[in-house]
Nanobody
Framework: QVRLVESGGGSVQAGGSLTLSCGAT????????MGWFRRTPEGEREAVAT???????TYADSVKGRFIASKDNTKYTLDLQMNNLKPDDTAIYYC???????????????????????WGQGTQVTVSS
């Protein structure tokens, strides 16, 4: 059974940094679209960043220039370096994975849970002003 396990969440002041990590498997890291999502106050899952099998990344406009997503092909993790954090970044962050096409593996808008086959349990990020 595939499990994704997020870690690295916590509390930080505005302007600070946090790094999230998602433990995966070799197959997921090397071949699947993987992404970071966060739960909005309305309860939706907003796409934050995606990383394709070849390492290409896409980002939501709200995090461009502040967040960096990357895969570690030796540790089999998906990481999210979050810099210059803002109170609006406060959310539960989830990682997810699925075998999506290049055009489908894009950080855009919100997603439904069924759009990605594998999900982690989430990790809380809280940014205070």
């Amino acid at each position: 059974q595939v499990r994704l396990v997020e870690s690295g969440g916590g509390s930080v002041q505005a302007g600070g940094s946090l790094t999230l990590s998602c433990g995966a498997t070799e197959y997921l890291i090397r071949h699947m679209c993987m992404g970071w999502f966060r739960r909005t106050p309305e309860g939706e899952r907003e796409a934050v960043a995606t990383v394709r099998g070849d390492g290409t990344t896409t980002y939501a406009d709200s995090v461009k220039g502040r967040f960096i997503a990357s895969k570690d092909n030796t540790k089999y993790t998906l990481d999210l370096q979050m810099n210059n954090l803002k109170p609006d970044d406060t959310a539960i962050y989830y990682c997810a994975a699925d075998l999506l096409s290049t055009t489908g593996c894009v950080a855009r808008g919100t997603v439904q849970i069924y759009e990605y086959r594998y999900w982690g349990q989430g990790t809380q990020v809280t940014v205070s002003s």
